[in-house]
Every structure is written in C-alpha cells, then in structure tokens.
C-alpha cells in the first residue's frame, strides 16, 4: 500500500439491499435514503438507454459517501434522483419517510427547496449579483436559513461578500456555490463533480470545505466523481459501472482532503 494511501474495505455486492455497517463498529445512523431496486431508462424513438439497472443502497444520516465511476456509470443519474431534479423508470427512492419516487413535481420540488443543497462542476451565479445577493437569493425561499455571513465564515470567504462573481477565482465562486446550498440547512449536500472545473491545489480546498460542512453541521454528503484518489476522504465508496453498483468500500480511516493526491 503506498505511504498516506486510505485502507479500503470491499463489500462483495450481494442481492438485496446493501446494509447499513459502521466502518468501527457502532451503531450506524438511521438512513437518510433507502433505495430499492433503482432503474431508469431513457427513451429516444426507439433507442433505449439504460442509466441505472437494479440499484439497491442505504444511506445514513452524516455519512460522507462518493460515488465514483467512469462517464456513462450511471452516477450523475442516481445522483439527480436522489436529489429529486429526475424520476425513476422503476424501482423506489425514500428519503426518511417519504417516497420520493412516488411523488408528484410540486412535492419534488418542495423537497428540493426544503432538504437538498446542490453543488455542480459549474457554479451557476448570477454574475450581476454580489455574493452576499447570490446567496440571498435562496435565504428568501426557505423558511429557516442560516444567516447569511454565517454560511459565508463556513466557506471562508466574509472578505468577499460585496464582490461580483468575475472578482473571484474559481476556487472561490465553488466555495460562494457551497455557501449558497448550505444556507438553507439542508439535510442532505450533493455535489456533482465539485473539483471538475479546478486545478489541483484549489480542487483540495473545494473538497475540504465540504468535508468540514458534514463534520460540523453533521449534513449528509454524496460527491460524484470519476477522481479514484477523493475516495480516501470518504465514509464509503459506492463503485458504479453500466448502470450498477460495483462494489462499496468502508474506510475505516479517512484521509482529510490535504492527504489526498491525484
């Protein structure tokens, strides 16, 4: 094993759902999402694309998991159900007590704007906003949210508050697109290749934003990408290929994210 490597413990992928097992032992956490039998299908004319195949997954509250595969895996695709933006073709998604893949788009959205945070490879900012006014945007749609500065001191940036988006570097307008989907307190963050668009030394930052957002606010983190070496700061790696779930891996010993090299 290579010095500062995370030791990876592989779960065969058995039938049926996968279980809940804390990487120390102690009681897990209850699940924050139980996923059964997972498919979708997209359909152009008669050409049929099979994203997902038959996904069963358990996720608990707090947990830090990556979900890591090549384009076309499937894992942008779990992710947006997950994250109620997609419908499965079949199978059901329950966050906690509700049923996500029998909901109608009202409930959806509702559960969007109420639970979920999103962060993407692009920072999606209105460029004719400040940061502070980005982040405003959501503070006036959701019925608890944090005080603003509060989320900007999160993220390390209260210095740039009064800037516009094309002052900052792109390390910084991820970090200002954190700030704003953790303003809302949500329950779950998910993040679509967060480091995708940034250099090396600036991805690490990103990353350990996150990580210090789902250590300290205990938020449930899911974090796709096909970067192998971010699955050492993870909880558990869940592996997809073709549509399926490859394998999980627990890591009984995290690396935080300034370990990590790639």
Request: glycine share 10%; proline share 6%; with cysteine.
């Amino acid at each position: 094993m290579a010095p500062g490597a995370a030791r990876l413990v592989t779960n065969a992928v058995p039938s049926g759902p996968m279980p809940i097992e804390s990487p120390g032992g102690e009681a897990a956490a209850p699940p924050v999402f139980q996923v059964r039998g997972l498919s979708k299908v997209y359909r152009t004319g008669e050409v049929e694309v099979h994203a997902l195949r038959g996904i069963d997954l358990e996720v608990r509250r707090g947990e830090f998991i990556v979900l890591l595969g090549a384009s076309g895996s499937g894992k942008s695709t779990l992710l947006n159900i997950l994250g109620g933006l997609d419908v499965p073709s079949s199978g059901t998604v329950r966050f906690g007590e509700r049923d996500l893949s029998a909901a109608g788009e009202a409930e959806l959205t509702r559960y969007r704007r109420e639970h979920v945070g999103f962060v993407f490879q692009f920072y999606n900012l209105i460029p004719s906003l400040t940061v502070r006014e980005n982040i405003a945007l959501v503070t006036d749609i959701v019925s608890d949210p944090m005080p603003i500065d509060e989320s900007l001191g999160l993220v390390a940036l209260m210095p740039r508050r009064d800037h516009f988006p094309s002052q900052l570097s792109g390390g910084e307008q991820q970090r200002v697109a954190i700030a704003r989907a953790i303003v809302k307190r949500p329950e779950v963050l998910l993040c679509d290749e967060p480091t995708g668009a940034l250099d090396y030394e600036t991805g690490k930052l990103v990353l350990d934003v996150i990580a210090r957002i789902n250590r300290e606010l205990g938020t449930t983190a899911i974090v796709i990408t096909h970067n192998a070496a971010i699955a050492g700061m993870a909880d558990r790696v869940v592996r997809l290929g073709d549509g399926r779930i490859l394998s999980i891996e627990s890591n009984p010993h995290k690396l935080s994210p300034s370990e990590l090299k790639w």
